[in-house]
């Protein structure tokens, strides 16, 4: 069983940034996917931002692409979100999730393990 810790949340200004990780358990570890989603109050979870484990292919979704960079420690077993630029929008409870195979990155019901989440607030 796979563990996923998450850190680095919490409070941030519009325009400012934030370094969210993500930490997994398993010495060997060798997902298909990591991603990134996030759940604000009453919505429902969302894809934000996956990486390609071996290949290190990145894929985003369109509200974050250009100012959120994902990437990935291999040896670590870590993978970071880099948040620039976040905006008040950006704010929800972010999870990482691990995906042992297939090819949709951006569905989390695809997911097998996940992490408990990390807050994230932006102020205007």
């Known amino acids: 069983q796979v563990q996923l810790v998450e850190s680095g949340g919490g409070l941030v200004q519009a325009g400012g940034s934030l370094r969210l990780s993500c930490a997994a358990s398993?010495?060997?570890?060798?997902?298909?996917?990591m991603g990134w989603f996030r759940q604000a109050p009453g919505k429902e979870r969302e894809f934000v931002a996956a990486?390609?484990?071996?290949?290190?292919?990145?894929h985003y979704a369109d509200s974050v692409k250009g100012r959120f960079t994902i990437s990935r420690d291999n040896a670590k077993n870590t993978v970071s979100l880099q948040m620039n630029s976040v905006k008040p929008e950006d704010t929800a409870v972010y999870h990482c999730?691990?995906?042992?195979?297939?090819?949709?990155?951006?569905?989390?019901?695809?997911?097998?393990?996940w992490g408990q989440g990390t807050q994230v607030t932006v102020s205007s």
């Open positions: 398993q010495r060997t570890f060798s997902p298909d996917y």
């Open positions: 990486i390609e484990w071996s290949g290190g292919g990145t």
């Open positions: 999730g691990a995906k042992n195979s297939g090819i949709y990155y951006g569905n989390p019901r695809t997911y097998d393990y």
